[in-house]
């Protein structure tokens, strides 16, 4: 019998990012009865065990640790329980890996982290623990590193100096078949959607603020605000399908430091005098399927991702993506989305703020170009085949194999 133990706060409550890794792959193990033969799960909670139906499973051992401090949880409560765990192996998804522990671990690594530790914008104290505790001991000390894809590995071994043979790749994933696309009534005719926490390496305030500008081109010329800076000149035919009330939906916590994205989007919405951004924080996994089904397209302009999973489940609806021109999204998804160029800033003449030329570019390529979007949705049913959460965890059940040979 194989005890594997499995760090778990990330599912207590809402679930972003590591949460929705956890998730699906304790959801994936509930599905596979003849596991029990051969494994058994030991899951820890900081402070309460979720109500989610498939932790009901008898392959689960659920423990809460205390306390609701997520410090002395994670450093000191949980190491401590776990020296007295007759376990083989440890799974931390949470990036870190506690300098108490002691046994043999796998730890969720990625690029995104040394960015927040080097130049992001989180408060001092997530970045001093990041920098100790996955930075430091993390990538030095932990048994084996996961990377979520092939670009990451490259980028962890520059970024940390950690040997390639510590590293093992496990690409995450999406469940197509599972996926309905289903048409409900929306506050819009036609919407793009970003989703995510809103750090500023995903530039969703430079998104808004294209979206401030591309929403202008789809009024007629009497109502423009500035009547001579087009970024292109709408046809007939793009003005019936996209309508005069485009919006876009945001949603995800407000990772800047201080928060902006609330204000921004009720200044924007002030300019445009109408609600042309919604934003939102969290919401279901049913509104976010319904968002996901009915969006124009997704707007995902990340410059440091490890691998991004909203533009991939965007993907399993049908809808396609603008992504940053970045090497993990030529590794996914090939020449099949719209790329933006965040970095190419322009100053816009006589406006409150400035714009990313390239990301209005292409947020109205993706909104326009019916043939680059036929051709994303054709490509989509071989994309996913390579991308899903089973294979995410026969690949980590078989990584846990390999810890006992």
């Known amino acids: 019998m194989i005890n594997i133990g499995i760090e778990c706060e990330s599912i207590e409550n809402e679930t972003w990012g590591v949460g929705r890794i956890v998730n699906k792959l304790l959801e994936e193990i509930s599905k596979k009865p003849e596991l029990a033969q051969e494994f058994r799960f030991f899951l820890y909670f900081k402070s309460r065990i979720p109500d989610i139906p498939y932790l009901n499973n008898p392959i689960f051992t659920k423990k809460i640790i205390g306390p609701n401090s997520f410090s002395l949880y994670y450093y000191l409560f949980l190491p401590i329980k776990l020296w007295f765990e007759k376990l083989d192996l440890v799974f931390f998804p949470n990036y870190m890996l506690p300098i108490l522990f002691r046994g043999k671990s796998i730890v969720i690594l990625t690029e995104d982290i040394y960015y927040e530790i080097n130049s992001g914008q989180l408060p001092w104290r997530y970045k001093l623990a990041y920098q100790i505790f996955a930075g430091w001991w993390a990538a030095q000390h932990a048994t084996k590193i996961m990377a979520i894809s092939k670009t990451s590995k490259q980028e962890l071994i520059k970024l940390f100096k950690?040997?390639?043979?510590?590293?093992?790749?496990?690409?995450?994933?999406?469940?197509?078949?599972?996926?309905?696309?289903?048409?409900?009534?929306?506050?819009?005719?036609?919407?793009?959607?970003?989703?995510?926490?809103?750090?500023?390496?995903?530039?969703?305030?430079?998104?808004?603020?294209a979206f401030e500008q591309v929403s202008q081109e789809f009024l007629p010329i009497s109502q423009k605000r500035n009547r001579g800076s087009s970024i292109f000149k709408p046809n007939q035919n793009d003005l019936e399908k996209i309508g005069t009330d485009l919006k876009l939906i945001a949603i995800g916590k407000d990772k800047y430091?201080?928060?902006?994205?609330?204000?921004?989007?009720?200044?924007?919405?002030?300019?445009?005098?109408?609600?042309?951004?919604?934003?939102?924080?969290?919401?279901?996994?049913?509104?976010?399927?319904?968002?996901?089904?009915?969006?124009?397209?997704?707007?995902?302009?990340?410059?440091?991702?490890?691998?991004?999973?909203?533009?991939?489940?965007?993907?399993?609806?049908?809808?396609?993506?603008?992504?940053?021109?970045?090497?993990?999204?030529?590794?996914?998804?090939?020449?099949?989305?719209?790329?933006?160029?965040?970095?190419?800033?322009?100053?816009?003449?006589?406006?409150?703020?400035?714009?990313?030329?390239?990301?209005?570019?292409?947020?109205?390529?993706?909104?326009?170009?019916?043939?680059?979007?036929?051709?994303?949705?054709?490509?989509?049913?071989?994309?996913?085949?390579?991308?899903?959460?089973?294979?995410?965890?026969?690949?980590?059940?078989?990584?846990?194999?390999?810890?006992?040979?």
């Open 162 to 209: 950690i040997s390639g043979e510590r590293i093992i790749v496990n690409s995450l994933g999406v469940d197509p078949s599972q996926i309905t696309p289903i048409t409900h009534n929306l506050p819009s005719k036609t919407y793009l959607l970003y989703v995510g926490q809103a750090f500023p390496r995903r530039h969703l305030k430079e998104t808004m603020l």
């Open 257 to 405: 430091n201080p928060p902006i994205i609330k204000k921004l989007s009720e200044d924007i919405n002030r300019r445009l005098m109408r609600e042309g951004i919604i934003y939102k924080e969290y919401v279901s996994e049913k509104e976010l399927s319904t968002l996901y089904a009915n969006a124009k397209a997704i707007i995902y302009v990340s410059t440091k991702e490890a691998f991004g999973l909203p533009p991939l489940e965007a993907l399993a609806y049908g809808v396609p993506t603008v992504v940053a021109d970045e090497p993990i999204n030529h590794e996914i998804y090939g020449d099949n989305v719209f790329v933006a160029r965040p970095e190419l800033v322009e100053w816009v003449e006589g406006l409150e703020t400035y714009t990313l030329k390239s990301i209005a570019i292409a947020m109205t390529d993706a909104l326009t170009n019916e043939t680059k979007r036929e051709k994303i949705k054709n490509a989509a049913s071989d994309i996913l085949k390579k991308y899903t959460w089973q294979k995410h965890t026969d690949r980590f059940l078989n990584i846990a194999r390999d810890f006992i040979k």
